[in-house]
């Protein structure tokens, strides 16, 4: 049929599959099922650092002279961006979380198989290593005005863009399809999920809540409806659901951000790619109320101000320098959160496992906020350089 031609028509109908296929296979079945999931998992993972180097270096070196300054601008929005949020998440935390009947019941879980054979790809560099070389490569070359590397990252770009328009994409609907199953098979969605569905209820408005802040201000700031690129967003909120990964979604914001008539498209390059791996709004304010959550059920009581206020300002640094991979901002933060605020040691290791469980029910959701708040921040990006006069590149969008 026509309709399963678009993307979202393909993620939409991986998700449905994938969960009623969890609930009816047996072990045996399951087992292919966990070996594939390893399989297309290692493949997207892999391509994911050549996707940072692919699109940041390049898209610095179009910048021109402005690349620092701009490369500035959108690591103090992104930081401003996931503060503010994860505040918001924490005076929320403090007037519901004593009010909710909260409890940690973890146990009756179905354990997935093993894979049937291992398959190890290994990332070329991890993504953090990319991101950083993305951004020394590309501003050495500006400064240098070294012409042949330019040229080299722009060959490059259009390598990668075709990888991910040939592999990446098409992979996509159904290793999503078997995140779901898996989800469904050992009962994720059917057991877990009620315990702490009330929280993860109130964290979804919040990221809705927080993304209509973001737009409202971006809209304001640059002076452009910013409808117009929130409604190109489908596609990429729904991806990141499946993959549970900023960088993995890239390709996807991508395409949608292009789409949107008042977004700059030097803007665009520069700034969604970069977005995608130093802007975690969703997760941070998504771990900020989980931690509130956690101490609530191990302790009796909620932490701090003081050591909330610390946690979060923080937070908003290991964001900027988590991987856009699922679980990167929980997993990057685990030393400050046993170091701040669960620093008793008979304790810690509970608060670690509970965090980890119950932050992986809404991951999904949480990447997704992060990838639509990145079109704002690429709006106020665009609002910042008309304001400043600054010159707009002619840049060729390529369409995955």
């Known amino acids: 049929m026509k309709i399963f031609k678009s993307l979202p028509a393909r993620l939409l109908l991986g998700i449905v599959v994938g969960i009623i296929l969890g609930l ?46 701009m490369l500035g601008v959108a690591i103090i929005i992104a930081y401003a961006s996931t503060v503010l949020a994860t505040l918001m ?37 991890p993504v953090m290593s990319a991101l950083v070389f993305s951004v020394l490569i590309g501003l050495a070359a500006v400064w240098t005005k070294a012409r042949t590397i330019t040229a080299v990252l722009q060959e490059f770009q259009n390598i990668v863009l075709s990888v991910v328009k040939k592999v990446v994409i098409p992979v996509l609907p159904f290793f999503i399809a078997l995140t779901f199953c898996g989800l469904s098979y050992d009962g994720t969605i059917t057991k877990q999920l009620p315990a702490f569905l009330l929280a993860i209820v109130i964290v979804m408005a919040g990221h809705y809540i927080w993304l209509a802040v973001l737009y409202g201000a971006a809209g304001a700031y640059s002076g452009r409806n910013s409808i117009e690129v929130v409604k190109h967003y489908g596609p990429a909120y729904l991806t990141a659901v499946g993959t549970m990964s900023s960088a993995a979604t890239l390709a996807v914001a991508l395409d949608g951000a292009r789409k949107s008539s008042v977004l700059r498209s030097d803007m665009v390059e520069f700034g969604i790619p970069l977005f995608a791996n130093i802007h975690l709004c969703g997760s941070a304010l998504t771990e900020t109320f989980f931690v509130m959550i956690v101490s609530k059920v191990l302790y009796g009581e909620l932490p701090s101000m003081g050591r909330m206020i610390l946690f979060i300002l ?33 304790t810690s290791g509970d608060a670690t496992a509970l965090m ?45």
């Open 89 to 125: 998440s924490m005076i929320a935390g403090y007037i519901l979380v004593p009010h909710l009947p909260i409890a940690s019941t973890m146990e009756g879980l179905k354990e997935l198989p093993g894979v049937a054979f291992q398959l190890d790809i290994p990332q070329i560099m």
């Open 314 to 346: 923080l937070l908003g640094i290991f964001a900027i320098g988590a991987p856009g991979v699922p679980g990167g901002t929980v997993m990057a933060s685990l030393g400050l959160i046993t170091g701040i605020l669960f620093t008793d040691p008979a």
């Open 24 to 69: 009816v296979l047996p072990e045996s079945v399951m087992t292919i099922v966990v070996t594939l999931k390893y399989v297309l998992n290692q493949l997207i993972m892999f391509c994911v650092p050549l996707i940072v180097i692919g699109f940041i270096a390049p898209s610095i070196t179009k910048m021109g002279s402005n690349a620092t300054r």
């Open 356 to 400: 980890l469980a119950i932050f992986a029910l809404q991951d999904s959701f949480g990447t997704a906020c992060n990838v639509t708040g990145d079109g704002a921040l690429a709006l106020i990006l665009t609002g910042y350089a008309e304001k400043h006069g600054i010159k707009a590149e002619n840049i060729q969008a390529v369409e995955l």
